[in-house]
């Protein structure tokens, strides 16, 4: 059975960083991309960050500059937060987009206090 479990994430201030883990576990068949994503209360869930197989990321327009993704030989992946915002508040949620299907984790909680 896979399972993704995210950390790191937490209360921090205003212009702090986090850095955000996410560890897959059980067997995929071959993983095409690998995200995070978050969801704000009250707000649709957005795609903050995804990185392909071969290395190529993708940004939202809002964390442009600010946060980075990474993935390692395994089946994790990370994302490196800087100058956090009030408005990066949100549960983040990373996923694996495999040739058979998605899976997601349960997320992490990322509040940022002004």
């Known amino acids: 059975q896979v399972r993704l479990v995210e950390s790191g994430g937490g209360l921090v201030q205003t212009g702090e960083s986090l850095r955000l883990s996410c560890a897959a576990s059980?067997?995929?068949?071959?993983?095409?991309?690998m995200g995070w994503y978050r969801q704000a209360p009250g707000k649709q869930r957005e795609l903050v960050a995804r990185?392909?197989?071969?290395?190529?990321t993708k940004y939202a327009d809002s964390v442009k500059g600010r946060f980075t993704i990474s993935r390692d030989n395994a089946k994790n992946t990370y994302l490196q937060m800087h100058s956090l915002k009030p408005e990066d508040t949100a549960v983040y949620y990373c996923?694996?987009?495999?040739?058979?299907?998605?899976?997601w984790g349960q997320g992490t909680q990322v509040t940022v206090s002004s």
């Open positions: 059980g067997s995929i068949f071959s993983i095409n991309v």
């Open positions: 990185i392909t197989r071969d290395g190529g």
């Open positions: 996923y694996i987009q495999g040739a058979l299907r998605d899976y």
